[in-house]
């Protein structure tokens, strides 16, 4: 190794030993120094940071960001500074020096422009990778490079190419489903539902984005008619339905099965929807649906052995990372329909990764293209607005095969007001609606302790009533329970757990006094001390458990979430019980291993997931945790009512402010 090689490991041995890097970020360098001995100092660096930013979420390190010290990029505080901008003083200054140093090594592979060095592997073996098309050199580790362009060649092998629709009776179909529900009803400008319905049936990739309550799963349903009604042999139609966690799948099948029976009367005599759609099974977890191998990133499912299936509605689109993706789209056939529902606004997974968003990065603008304008007019009646349609080279095949749903027809009140203010980054009006009159669906709580969230929780609060207390006084009235009456038991404990998912107490992080982990500690005291739970150890009746990885010899999947209560032939024994819609199951709690206590769960965690009244706590010294996006997936959890503890002065303003941006190259496909 040369000296300068040498001083710049031990300076990042020395960050990483500190905590300003992670371990890993700096034995990368040190594994890359090992493959090149003549890396320059500039190759380590930029490794050292690559390592740091796929650890907060980033799949590729953009040159740009090199250019000056990459502090904001690490999130790295003011103190640190100085000695990250004593180093890059001595590497180079701007993108062109960058890249040519990258390419200088064989541990480099340069794609998109030529290799500026002929040592630079070209086989696909190198660790690295620098993408230099585009106008925006990015750096990649080689997992996230192959997963990245194995979507953008699926996505655009399953945009570029329209399906033929029979458009007379595509616009009969529509406007079946479609029907005003009464004659009254205000007309609105377009019906964005019948739209994203006609760009699915015109394509084998869609995704139908949109906020809470615009109707995703309403318009899938009717997508399904849609697609048996125009499909010569309806009955061969093999349709599934997915989610990234169990509990997202459940609610999927559940709002799926409840908007086709809605719509049972509108085809009736024409379509048998329940005959057809009876053959759906229940929705499954991804994992469940590629067939992941214990201990393993392969899945049963691929490229050479695709899912046998002609229509895949995946629900929840945001939470799935890159890889899961990548994997999904080798798993299906050429001729299958893929269609991703999700919030494009919402966190992204907690992988590598903001696929939805990146996919959906111009969405609001449309973009839609002559050809697609007019037909979406011919085959709906709808004519797209001026402004959503594309101008100069803006018409992407991607565009053309997504639809947004604007109009949200359940967040119209102040959580809806407040969760679009937050959208907007306008902290003062969000202050605003917290401080008004709004005591019966939000408030506001600033400079609290966290006890005071842990009394909501057990009490609820005025206006809002909901809360932990309402499911444990149930657990302990078991009067009406006789044992060896298993039907009442099973609707006692429906009951039961309904009466848990009314309330959810919600934290951006894992650690420290507002962290998920002293909640729950504290809950569960204050919970004994009340006297609405007896602990006697780690399990006890009414002990909220998460599940943290997917057993499928229990039929558990990670997301899952129940209660544990006692078992309908023997009180003494306790199993945890979980509810699917309308189906309960239930396992002993002795079989689960990897498992939590969920009085209160991430932001992330909770994905997927809706309550009427939802505690969320903003902790100071969160950091770059606290964003605009975790704030807002908060407040759509809550249905009807929501209080927002904002620890310390300021936190709330400074998350609203703070966008999450995740470096990617498939934002250039939108």
Request: with cysteine; glycine share 8%.
């Amino acid at each position: 190794m040369t000296p300068g090689t040498t001083e710049i490991l031990h300076r990042l041995d020395a960050w990483a030993a500190a905590g300003w890097l992670r371990r890993l970020d700096s034995s990368l360098a040190t594994f890359v120094s090992r493959l090149d001995p003549n890396a320059s100092p500039a190759l380590l660096a930029a490794v050292a940071v690559l390592a740091c930013m796929e650890g907060r979420g980033h799949t590729c390190l953009p040159l740009t960001e090199l250019a000056q010290p990459p502090a904001d990029m690490l999130g790295w505080p003011q103190e640190q500074r100085d000695e990250l901008e004593d180093l890059w003083r001595t590497l180079p200054g701007d993108v062109e020096g960058w890249v040519a140093a990258l390419c200088a090594s064989p541990v480099v592979e340069s794609q998109g422009g030529g290799s500026t060095d002929t040592r630079a592997r070209c086989d696909g073996t190198a660790p690295l990778v620098l993408d230099v098309g585009g106008g925006q050199p990015r750096l990649y580790l080689r997992r996230y490079w192959n997963h990245e362009r194995s979507i953008a060649t699926a996505v655009l092998l399953r945009t570029e190419h329209p399906v033929a629709v029979d458009v007379p009776r595509a616009r009969e179909w529509l406007d079946r489903l479609f029907e005003p529900a009464s004659a009254q009803a205000p007309p609105q400008p377009i019906d964005w539902q019948k739209c994203a319905c006609a760009l699915a049936l015109g394509g084998r990739f869609t995704i139908i984005t949109g906020g809470p309550g615009t109707g995703k799963t309403y318009t899938a349903a009717r997508l399904l008619a849609l697609l048996f009604a125009l499909d010569p042999n309806p009955e061969r139609m093999r349709i599934t339905l997915a989610a990234p966690t169990g509990k997202a799948a459940a609610r999927l099948k559940q709002s799926i099965d409840g908007s086709l029976a809605e719509l049972s009367g509108k085809v009736a005599g024409r379509l048998d929807l329940a005959r057809l759609t009876g053959r759906m099974g229940a929705a499954r977890t991804l994992h469940s649906l590629l067939g992941a191998t214990p201990d393993s990133r392969s899945f049963r499912y691929n490229a050479r052995n695709p899912l046998d299936l002609d229509v895949l509605i995946v629900d929840e689109a945001s939470m799935v990372h890159m890889e899961m993706m990548s994997a999904l789209l080798q798993a299906l056939s050429p001729d299958a329909r893929l269609v991703l529902l999700g919030d494009k606004d919402q966190l992204s997974s907690v992988e590598a990764g903001a696929v939805l968003g990146d996919l959906c990065r111009s969405a609001a603008d449309g973009h839609y293209d002559a050809q697609t304008c007019a037909y979406l007019e011919a085959s709906t009646g709808q004519r797209v607005p001026d402004n959503l349609r594309a101008e100069g080279g803006r018409a992407t095949p991607l565009a053309q095969h997504t639809a947004m749903l604007r109009e949200s027809r359940r967040f119209g009140g102040p959580i809806g007001q407040l969760a679009l203010a937050v959208n907007a980054g306008d902290a003062r009006r969000a202050r605003q609606i917290l401080v008004e009159e709004h005591e019966a669906a939000v408030t506001l709580r600033e400079g609290q302790p966290a006890a005071a969230a842990v009394h909501v929780a057990l009490h609820g609060r005025a206006g809002a009533i909901e809360c932990y207390g309402d499911y444990l006084a149930l657990v302990k009235d078991r009067s009406a329970l006789r044992k060896g009456e298993p039907d009442a038991h099973a609707q006692w404990a429906k009951v039961v757990l309904r009466a848990f998912d009314r309330f959810r107490l919600l934290s951006a992080v894992h650690e420290g006094e507002w962290g998920t982990k002293a909640l729950n500690r504290a809950v569960r005291a204050a919970l004994a001390d009340s006297k609405l739970i007896a602990p006697s150890g780690e399990w006890y009746a009414g002990r909220p458990v998460m599940v943290l990885r997917n057993d499928r010899e229990l039929g558990v999947s990670n997301g899952d979430v129940g209660v544990a209560l006692p078992s309908a032939t023997d009180a003494s024994a306790l199993r945890a019980y979980f509810l699917d819609g309308d189906s309960l199951r239930s396992v002993s709690v002795s079989r689960l291993a990897h498992i939590e206590t969920a009085f209160a769960m991430t932001v992330h965690k909770s994905q997927g997931s809706e309550f009427e009244h939802v505690v969320l706590v903003l902790p100071p010294g969160a950091g770059d945790h606290l964003t605009r996006e975790l704030v807002y997936t908060g407040i759509t959890r809550a249905r009807s009512r929501l209080t927002l503890f904002d620890a310390d002065e300021g936190v709330l303003d400074a998350a609203i402010a703070r966008r999450t941006q995740r470096a990617s190259g498939l934002g250039d496909l939108s």
